[in-house]
């Protein structure tokens, strides 16, 4: 199994501890290398967690005891003195492994477990006490119990050396941060010591002794190698690091240099270019400084120390290159319009000279621990220099934090500007970083060197992955914007493979987008608890746990499968709007249905759907439908007090689609509202007014209250035409002009006929009524309008005086 531990490097500035010091890692040394490991091992995650299958053993008793015997032996040894950090990981690992097999035995014999007893209730004698049992039935059953019996105690046997292992591994963990922390608050000589300054610079010529032993030693393995092509390989390889980490990368920059034209570019180009300037500045002498390692191991030119300073010398130059490139690429001291931050130009050049200062002390911290091991230097010029390099980067960091939280003049203030009176998250991180840095000059003067450089290395570290993931996360913003467009790589395919709507394929991307931003923020948050002593390996194994199933009592709780359950009922889904869609534009329009009808069949499809991709997913989820019943009843109580509105519209719903009171089409009317019904949803019912204006009406009131339906069994209806006239007028005349004009009308029906009825004797007029039928009574008011143009004109055609 593939393990990765950073763990804060953390000088044990004692005699005894002074041996141990390579135990820990408190700066981003060895995190460059450390994190590669790390999104391998996240990558690998899925396969290592079924690729380590345990087979049951033939004898499970002699394996548990054995597991038994080995976490007896782990409990005694954590508790020893003189352990290293690396003997913790090697019990953590051993523990783990224990665990992990012990576990996948107890699930092995699980359904050998179900089986038995299943065979046990099968081989019960039926019928009353009494009944004859014969000898080979009962014989069989007593074989049948002792085998449930033997592979039930091996599987409780199994839960239980789980169980202990459990207890073990946190106790190790117990113990870890327990020595984490005395390290970390452990006090030496202080800074202001004069004796600890007198003792460090009576080490130096030691010191300078020794480096030179090992220049000699390197030296002596490249002379004596009797083939002189290896030292003209040798030679070579010192002089093409040379050219490509000066000449080489410069060259490369070029390339990348953004114009100083005034033209306003893009955020896409602004991005995109920081990200090539990261990419150069990092992976350049990265991927240099590792090849030529492996190039002079090959050859047997890498002595031990010399491998060690190699090391450490890697670190530093690829975290200055990484903090270096991060600063410029997000600063841009010299190019104001490829700024990714909103900064003015002077506070962006000295922030940018603060921050290269700042990388370039971390890195001589970085190569001051390898060198410090393999010159076996003193704890006293140990303690000294990193004393004082963390008060350098502290200072740094201070000078820093007064450049960006500046502000400028009273006069060129505005007085209505809120933006900078808000302290926001920004201002609040410098504040942060600010107290950190003052902590760490007191520590330090206090003699607490290793909290001190523990404070410094973590602010330095934090601050270059926070800016690393802001610069990703802007890139990713815009990747996917350019991706999931319409005419976008992905979005195109989406829309014309998968048939995505435009408004999909943003939803999709936005989506994506979010999906991105977690696992950034993901690897952000790795990359700094690593340095905090937390091992990596534990945090894959609890994201293991956590993916694959956990238990909680006797339930198992699994976000895979929990996650198959979901897409399986989103398949589901898909497929029922398939089928609806299908229905809706296919099938249904080639039969004689009306479209209430039709739109009843496509609801009632996609309930059924529904309903059956749910059940389809509880199952896949392993979810047991009969407790899902139980807990429906217990809940039912709760839908009959405070649901029981929604409940009832439910319903009304289904009763309005099986019994089809109104259709969607249907001109109706509810109290005050009139309309034509445009869907019938679960909840409530949609009608658009003849004004455009959309009412939602609750299904119930639509079952329980009075609805004047005004097409339920044709479409036909009668229309009436109030006509009023002198009192003079004839009567007669009147009646025959008002018949005539309903009967040229081309929408009105001819059976029945139209008639024309005397409503009053008014003290100034006749009162009559025009009542005529129509084919469709959607277009009454059509009608009743050309009705009434045709008889003014009539009328007065044939002088009939109106009152008034």
Request: hydrophobic share 50%.
């Amino acid at each position: 199994m593939m393990r990765l531990v950073a763990q804060p490097e953390i000088c044990l500035f004692s005699a005894a501890s002074l041996s141990r010091r390579s135990a820990f890692v408190d700066t981003p040394r060895g995190v460059v290398g450390a994190f590669l490991r790390l999104f391998v091992a996240v990558c690998l995650l899925g396969l290592l967690a079924v690729g380590s299958a345990w087979a049951q053993p033939d004898d499970p008793q002699k394996q548990i005891n054995s597991w038994n015997t080995a976490l007896e032996k782990m409990d005694v040894a954590i508790e020893g003195e003189g352990l290293t950090d690396a003997d913790f990981k090697r019990f953590k690992q051993d523990t783990t492994d224990i665990v992990t097999a012990a576990n996948a035995l107890a699930d092995a014999l699980a359904p050998k477990v179900e089986a038995a007893t299943a065979q046990v209730e099968q081989l019960k004698p039926t019928g009353t006490a009494d009944a004859a049992e014969s000898d080979a039935a009962k014989e069989n059953r007593q074989q049948a119990e002792q085998q449930l019996a033997d592979l039930a105690g091996f599987q409780k046997q199994a839960l239980a050396v789980a169980t202990h292992g459990s207890y073990t591994l946190s106790q190790i963990g117990e113990r870890r941060r327990t020595r984490f922390t005395a390290a970390l608050l452990e006090r030496n000589s202080s800074l202001i010591d004069p004796g600890l300054w007198g003792d460090a610079a009576t080490d130096v010529p030691s010191i300078v002794g020794r480096s030179g032993s090992i220049v000699g030693e390197w030296a002596g393995v490249v002379a004596n190698r009797s083939d002189r092509s290896v030292i003209a390989i040798f030679v070579s390889l010192l002089a093409l690091i040379i050219t490509v980490l000066v000449p080489g990368r410069r060259f490369l920059l070029s390339k990348l240099r953004r114009p100083t034209a005034e033209h306003q570019p893009t955020m896409r180009t602004k991005v995109m270019s920081a990200a090539a300037i990261v990419a150069v500045n990092a992976f350049l002498p990265l991927i240099v400084l590792m090849g030529a390692q492996s190039i002079l191991k090959a050859l047997d030119l890498m002595p031990y120390r010399i491998d060690l300073l190699w090391t450490g010398a890697t670190a530093a130059i690829v975290f200055f290159s990484l903090a270096f490139g991060v600063s410029r690429a997000l600063l841009a001291p010299t190019r104001s319009t490829w700024r990714l931050v909103a900064l003015d130009d002077a506070v962006a050049t000295r922030a940018f000279h603060f921050s290269v200062a700042i990388a370039a002390i971390e890195a001589m911290v970085i190569v001051h621990q390898s060198f410090a091991k393999v010159t076996l230097a003193s704890l006293q010029f140990v303690i000294a220099l990193d004393g004082i390099l963390s008060i350098v980067i502290a200072v740094l960091i201070i000078g820093m934090v007064r450049v960006l939280t500046r502000r400028g003049s009273p006069e060129d203030e505005e007085p209505d500007d809120a933006a900078d009176e808000e302290y926001g998250l920004k201002r609040i991180a410098l504040m942060v970083a600010g107290l950190s840095a003052g902590i760490a000059i007191i520590a330090d003067l206090m003699g607490y060197v290793a909290l001190g450089r523990f404070i410094t290395t973590q602010t330095v570290w934090i601050s270059v992955v926070i800016s690393l993931l802001y610069l990703l996360m802007k890139l990713t913003d815009e990747l996917t914007a350019a991706s999931f467009r319409r005419d976008g790589a992905v979005g195109s395919r989406l829309i014309s493979s998968v048939g995505f709507a435009p408004r999909s394929v943003t939803q999709a991307g936005v989506l994506a987008n979010g999906a991105a931003h977690l696992v950034l923020i993901g690897f952000a948050f790795l990359a700094i608890v690593a340095q905090w002593g937390v091992d990596s390996s534990g945090l894959f194994e609890t994201i293991r746990q956590l993916f694959f199933g956990f238990k909680i009592g006797s339930i198992t709780i699994s976000l895979s499968t929990l996650s198959a359950g979901i897409v399986v009922f989103v398949i589901g889904l898909i497929i029922t709007r398939t089928i609806q869609g299908w229905l809706d534009t296919r099938f249904l329009p080639t039969t004689r249905l009306d479209s209430g009808l039709r739109n009843s069949i496509r609801t009632s499809v996609g309930y059924v759907g529904m309903i059956f991709a749910a059940t389809l997913a509880f199952g896949y989820a392993g979810l047991d439908l009969s407790n899902i019943a139980i807990v429906a009843g217990a809940l039912s109580v709760g839908i009959g007090l405070g649901l029981q509105a929604i409940v009832n519209n439910f319903v009304s719903g289904l009763i309005l689609l099986a019994e089809r009171p109104i259709r969607a089409g249907d001109w109706i009317t509810v109290g005050a509202e009139e309309g034509t019904v445009k869907r019938i949803n679960v909840r409530a019912t949609e009608i658009e007014t003849f004004d455009r204006a959309t009412v939602i009406v609750p299904n119930s009131s639509l079952i329980t209250g009075i609805v004047k339906n005004m097409v339920l069994r044709d479409r036909s209806g009668r229309i009436v035409v109030p006509v009023t006239v002198s009192k003079l007028a004839d009567a007669e005349q009147v009646k025959a002009i008002l018949l005539e004009t309903a009967k040229s009308h081309a929408l009105v029906l001819r059976y029945p006929e139209p008639i024309v009825l005397f409503l009053n004797f008014g003290e100034k007029a006749l009162d009559f009524e025009l009542r005529c039928y129509l084919a469709d009574i959607a277009t009454g008011a059509t009608v009743r309008s050309d009705l009434r143009f045709a008889i003014l004109s009539r009328l007065k055609e044939a002088g009939v005086a109106l009152p008034g």
